[in-house]
């Protein structure tokens, strides 16, 4: 049984950082694209970043600039580091898993809840 576990969320000011994690015990991590999403209830949910096999990043726009993903293969841990903290940031954040690196993803976390307060 596969599980992806998020940390580090929680609260914070605007302007404020803070930094998620994602530990992959059961997973082979390397061969995985990994990505975080969030959702904010009754909105869709936003793909925030995705980083691939060899590390190449992308982030929605509505981060560029303040949030940088990035992964450790020999740690089986996705990091989401997360600065300029604003209020419309509040969300459930999860990370997932894509074996084939075509936006199916394959496995999810529980989600961490980051609130930010202005």
């Known amino acids: 049984q596969v599980e992806l576990v998020e940390s580090g969320g929680g609260s914070a000011q605007s302007g404020g950082s803070l930094t998620l994690s994602c530990a992959a015990p059961g997973l082979t991590y390397s061969l995985y694209c990994m990505a975080w999403f969030r959702q904010i209830p009754g909105k869709e949910r936003e793909r925030v970043a995705r980083?691939?096999?060899?590390?190449?990043?992308t982030h929605a726009d509505s981060v560029k600039g303040r949030f940088v993903v990035s992964r450790d293969n020999a740690k089986n841990t996705l990091y989401l580091q997360m600065n300029s903290l604003k209020p419309e940031d509040t969300a459930i954040y999860y990370c997932?898993?894509?074996?084939?690196?075509?936006?199916?993803?394959?496995?999810w976390g529980q989600g961490t809840q980051v609130t930010v307060s202005s």
């Open positions: 980083i691939d096999l060899i590390g190449r990043a």
């Open positions: 997932a898993a894509d074996r084939f690196c075509d936006n199916s993803y394959n496995y």
